[in-house]
T-cell receptor, first 115, second 112 residues
């Protein structure tokens, strides 16, 4: 079975600083990896996805993530934080492509942006 | 495009009751997945429906059941509600062959 571990339930950065949210996965087969963002009282919005095409994946709102097989990691970064980035971020893994299986989510990281 | 819609937005039930939640997928999508998100936790996969059949199921008891209709909309039913069933229930839809699941805003269920 696959699993996801997100290090740090809360991460606080200053506006304009680098954002780094950590995600490590466990999977017996090559995984499909995703980062979702959730704003208060809303559903989840896909930021980016890794589907084996390229190890560095660029997403919306200036976010990107790098797949590192040797480290079983898929950390999310953004060069310069904006106040509007404050939200809950979830890393997720699936083992079957095409949306044909359920996603396994981490517990989430709450991103706080300090002015 | 309306995206994924869910109803109702909020629901309050008492222990032992039964509840039905509804989901309409994004236009062009034929697969619907349901997730339970407890407060402060990540979503947990309940099950997925495709071609009106349950294709995959997570680690949830039989009290959780579902249905998919010919128009691809779906229902989640929970019987004999427990206090621990209080959560945000998220519906996600996807199109066969594509890897992205689009999520609805969720239904907040409170069990008293």
């Amino acid at each position: 079975a696959q699993s996801v571990t997100q290090l740090g339930s809360h991460v606080s950065v200053s506006e304009g600083a680098l954002v780094l949210l950590r995600c490590n996965y466990s999977s017996s087969v090559p995984p499909y990896l995703f980062w979702y963002v959730q704003y208060p009282n809303q559903g989840l919005q896909l930021l980016l996805k890794y589907t084996s095409a390229a190890t560095l994946v660029k997403g919306i709102n200036g976010f990107e993530a790098e797949f590192k097989k040797s480290e079983t990691s898929f950390h999310l970064t953004k060069p310069s934080a904006h106040m509007s980035d404050a939200a809950e971020y979830f890393c997720a893994v699936s083992i079957v492509g095409g949306g044909a299986d359920g996603l396994t989510f981490g517990k989430g990281t709450h991103l706080i942006i300090q002015p | 495009d309306a995206g994924v819609t869910q109803s109702p937005t909020h629901l309050i039930k008492t222990r032992g009751q039964q509840v039905t939640l509804r989901c309409s997928p994004k236009s062009g999508h034929d697969t619907v997945s349901w997730y339970q998100q407890a407060l402060g936790q990540g979503p947990q996969f309940i099950f997925q429906y495709y071609e009106e059949e349950e294709r995959q199921r997570g680690n949830f008891p039989d009290r959780f059941s579902g249905h998919q209709f010919p128009n691809y909309s779906s229902e989640l039913n929970v019987n004999a509600l427990l206090l621990g069933d209080s959560a945000l229930y998220l519906c996600a839809s996807s199109a066969t062959g594509w890897g992205e699941q689009f999520f609805g805003p969720g239904t907040r269920l409170t069990v008293l």
